[in-house]
């Protein structure tokens, strides 16, 4: 992977999205500031953070590579890691506990042989589990590449997940 900046923007990213880079930096009163954006939009286009795209983004924004990676670590919406195709967040906080999370992530397990943390072998979907997305009133709840999901039960996850490609 190339990251080697072009015309002072990032090359492992599009044209576009370098550009839409540059618009949030231009936002804030500083370059640290767009963190968070510029790591959205660079995840968006590469699918996820490698350590590359992290020291590139650090270098960029002027910010230490450290406190990047220490970012990039802490936000569960940021991954470090290849992701599958669809990125499945379940959340698991006292609500959806309640309504049955746990019986959703066993359900996942058997269906799709899918792990927290794991990927399908299909490299079709990704699984994390959340602490909380803040879906509380509509538990349980999850994401699935950003899609919000809520009232789940054993039966409709399958049949939410099958319409993912």
Known sequence: MDINFRRGGFTMVSVSADEEIRRAISQYPSRGSALLP?????????????????????DQLELPRAHVKGVVSFHSMLNSRPAARNIVQLCTNVSCMLFGAETLLDKLKDRFELEPGGITADGRFSLAVMECLGLCDRAPSMLVNGNVHSGLDTGNIVDILEGYD
């Not at 790591?39 to 983004?57: C, D, K, M, N, Y």
Request: glycine content about 4%; overall charge negative; proline content about 5%.
């Open 38 to 58: 510029t790591l959205h939009i660079t995840q968006r286009e590469l699918g996820w953070l490698p350590r590359e795209a992290i020291e590139s983004v650090a």
